[in-house]
């Protein structure tokens, strides 16, 4: 499998992580990549499009994507387009999907998260979603979660408005401290959380969370479009660090292999597919 991008390795990835114990080691193990996606609608900029970006995922050649700022049947995306089931069929025959609103009503459509996932790799038990609280903001959020047979992946979009934050992370750990934090099955929580590494509710999660993804910039923008010379590394690209994956602390013993920050494609330019960079783990378990 072809990696054609380039990014900033934390030193999580320099050493195997193990979290708790658990696991039973007469189970083979397997290894899982994970990315989260914030795609803007497939709509930034010229470029984008569900096609567009499909190419680049492929590159990748992920398990489940996670991804954010989907359009569901809106004057603005189309009207009979249900973007997460464009996309999972511009990722393939074989790919399925789930989408879950967080604005209801918005623009004679729907606004929200969702899940692509290969059907060859994993298989699907449940998924459900979570609505989070709008505290003063007034776009409401959510939260979007697919439990396969081995592991939990969850998408969700944070608002970023201070009021709204920490009662969303919070009310997300609770739910899915209640529902897995007893279990040995992995749990990870990919998501655009607009906000920092030293933001308080990002200081919340890693009371309950391990951070998998490297610190490096995710939301990059228009910053690095038409640029005469390209970012050559991660500490070249303008941006903030806003984009996360995570692992639930339970009882599951899991392995870090690998996680980047992905800005270098050969099928295409990641700053013209959306204003945000993907980011994978690859995970063992």
């Not at 658990?22 to 709509?43: A, D, E, H, P, W």
């Not at 990722?91 to 059907?119: P, T």
């Not at 639930?248 to 800005?263: Q, R």
């Amino acid at each position: 499998m072809k990696r054609f991008c380039l990014a900033l390795a934390s030193a999580l990835c320099i050493m195997s992580l193990a979290v708790s114990c658990g696991t039973s080691q007469g189970n083979q193990k397997k290894t899982r990549r994970l990315v989260t996606y914030n795609v803007g609608i497939f709509g930034k900029w010229d470029l984008s499009s569900e096609a567009y970006t499909a190419a680049l995922m492929k590159e990748l050649d992920p398990d489940a994507i996670a991804l954010q700022e989907l359009d569901s049947c809106t004057t603005r995306s189309g009207v009979e387009r249900v973007q997460a089931t464009v996309f999972a069929k511009a990722m393939g025959e074989n790919w399925g999907n789930v989408y879950g609103h967080a604005l209801k009503s918005y623009k004679e459509g729907s606004y929200g998260i969702g899940m692509v996932w290969n059907n060859d790799k994993v298989k699907v038990k449940e998924t459900f979603k979570v609505m989070l609280p709008k505290g003063e903001c007034r776009e409401e959020r959510a939260l979007q979660v697919v439990e396969y047979e081995d592991f939990v992946f969850a998408s969700t979009h944070l608002n970023g408005h201070a009021s709204s934050l920490k009662p969303s992370v919070e009310l997300i750990t609770e739910t899915l401290k209640a529902k897995y934090g007893e279990s040995d099955k992995p749990v990870f929580l990919g998501g655009d959380f607009n906000a920092r590494p030293d933001n308080p509710c990002i200081e919340y999660m890693r009371q309950n969370w391990t951070i998998l993804t490297p610190v490096g910039a995710t939301g990059v923008g228009g910053k690095n479009r038409n640029l005469p010379t390209p970012p050559q590394t991660i500490e070249e690209v303008q941006g903030g660090c806003i984009d996360y994956i995570m692992l639930l602390n339970n009882k599951a013993e899991v392995e870090l292999i690998d996680s980047k920050i992905c800005f270098k494609f050969e099928n295409g330019d990641a700053f013209e597919s959306s204003d945000h960079l993907p980011v994978y783990v690859d995970v063992r378990f």
